[in-house]
């Protein structure tokens, strides 16, 4: 299109939100994504990519305000990957996210008429999160505000923090970060200034050399445990002495961390999880309560990171689920068991399957610790086990209601086929991708169900993510 070249200057009015949170507007037709631009905005800003049908730009000048702008909280927002949307008020997050729920279900889905209900706003909008997950790198990124300070930087290759939206190679080097807690905040900044004096290099993408490599704290939010494992690539007897100084003197000046590991990730593959792990403090892993019952969370499982979005969550998924008592319930991709022990008391009896063996193991530790009798876990990969004549099905019986939580992928289309095969009564579908989630429903539907309704929940706020439950029926 004439005059609409990477580099050229476009004003442009705002008119909506698309997932993943660019702001829309068009110029001479053209579709154009605005990059932290809100609906009501009129800016005038530079195009940064072109593409046939559309265009990406970045703002330049705001020319009018949102009405439904609100003044940031943190002093990261704009160069943090961490949120989002921040900028906008908390209930036009959620009308807005609810909106993008519809139009996923019907551009993918082809849902035209599903009921999909107003999302449930997390009851926390800041410090909820009970996870987070740091970087290490030497590549710090300084923020807008850092490089006009004209301060100089102790450790300037050497940063401790999120990635920079949309720069996977650059790490902000955060003080303080409103998603977990000040707790969390005080640990991170321990082991930053820690690590940049111990001699040994951040970890790099780039050539993979480097020691340090992830942090992530978890706590119990309503338990105050509070686990830290340190990831770093093996740095052998020199590594291994580094990380247990940092351990005594980390528990020494916070007392209130319940337990330590260290874990090694010899892989290239950029993923805070490792080949080996050791206890340095404490027994390994935390606990947290969802609604009446406490679970066990080890650093390999899945817990959900909002743990009050997560008692919303469930609950929706139970009342979707009308257990009566008696019903064989199937809990796929069951994590640490939560969703099928939060359902147990509902339930005739449970079985959950969850691939990872540490989470199968904490789940029933989980089921033991709340005294539930009705759960049965088994370890393994879902595609694996639902056909064949040693199914899961065939070996634990017709399921009455199956409850399903994928990760972002969305359920294996094998899967889908067995368990319309199986042609339970009832499905409860917990989803944080509404795209896949859409796709799959789709699957569904074609097999025979019905998809009665949605509701999606706010698990992530001031981020572009929502977490959907849909109910299916024969
Ligand atoms: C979104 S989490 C849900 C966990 C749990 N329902 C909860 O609420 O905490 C998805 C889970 O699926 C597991 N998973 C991923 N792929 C799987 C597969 N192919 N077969 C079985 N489980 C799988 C993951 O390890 C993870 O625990």
């Known amino acids: 299109m004439a005059g609409l070249k990477k580099g050229a200057e476009v004003e442009l009015e705002i008119e909506s939100l698309a997932f993943g949170a660019d702001g829309v507007g068009r110029v001479n037709g053209m579709v ?13 800003a530079k195009i940064t990519r072109k593409k046939k049908s559309h265009a990406y730009a970045r703002i330049l000048d705001v020319l009018r305000q949102s009405p439904d702008y609100q003044e940031p ?3 990261y927002f704009g160069d943090c990957g961490g949120c989002a949307l921040q900028h906008l008020k908390y209930d036009r997050q959620i009308e807005i996210k609810t909106r993008q729920v519809q139009e996923v279900l019907q551009h993918i889905g082809g849902f035209a008429d599903v009921p999909v209900l107003p999302a449930l706003p997390s009851p926390k909008p800041f410090f909820y999160r009970n996870k987070m997950e740091f970087t290490f790198s030497p590549h710090r990124w300084l923020t807008r505000r850092e490089v006009e300070s004209g301060q100089t930087f102790e450790h300037r290759h050497f940063a401790l923090g999120l990635h920079v939206r949309g720069r996977f190679d650059k ?15 005080a640990i991170r900044n321990f082991v930053a200034g820690w690590a940049a ?4 290099p951040a970890y790099t993408t780039r050539d993979h050399t480097g020691f340090w490599r992830f942090l992530v704290i978890r706590e119990g939010k309503r338990t105050g445990e509070r686990l830290v494992n340190i990831i770093t690539a093996d740095g052998g007897d020199e590594g291994r002495e580094a990380v247990q100084r940092l351990t005594a003197e980390l528990i020494e000046a916070m007392p209130e961390i319940t337990t330590v590991v260290h874990t090694i990730n010899r892989s290239k593959a950029q993923v805070a999880t490792g080949d080996e792990s050791e206890v340095l403090h404490g027994p390994g892993y935390i606990h947290e309560r969802i609604g009446a019952f406490r679970f066990r969370i080890s ?15 469930y609950q929706t998924a139970l009342d979707f689920a009308q257990l009566t008592g008696s019903e064989t319930l199937y809990d796929l991709y069951c994590g640490a068991g939560t969703i099928g022990i939060f359902m147990s008391p509902k339930a005739g009896r449970v079985i959950g399957v969850e691939i990872v063996p540490e989470a199968v193991q904490d789940a029933e530790t989980n089921a033991e610790l709340n005294s539930v009798a009705n759960c049965t876990f088994v370890v393994g990969d879902l595609k694996e086990h639902v056909a064949g004549a040693a199914s899961l099905f065939e070996q634990h019986g017709r399921p009455d209601v199956v409850v399903l939580d994928p990760p972002r992928a969305g359920i294996h289309p094998r899967v889908v086929q067995e368990i319309v095969r199986e042609a339970p009564p009832r499905i409860v579908y917990v989803s944080c991708n509404p795209s896949t989630f859409a796709r799959d429903a789709r699957l569904f539907c074609d097999g025979g169900y019905r998809l009665l309704k949605v509701q999606p929940v706010d698990m992530f706020p001031h981020t572009a993510h929502i977490e959907v439950v849909g109910l299916f029926e024969r």
């Open 32 to 44: 154009v994504f605005v990059q932290g631009a809100l609906p009501g905005q009129r800016v005038r």
């Open 171 to 185: 790490t902000l080097a955060l003080k303080s970060c409103l998603l977990q807690s000040k707790e969390s905040d």
């Open 197 to 200: 004096d111990s001699g040994l």
């Open 299 to 313: 650093p390999e499982s899945f817990f959900q990171t909002n743990t009050e979005g997560a008692e919303v969550l």
């Open 73 to 75: 909280e943190c002093v």
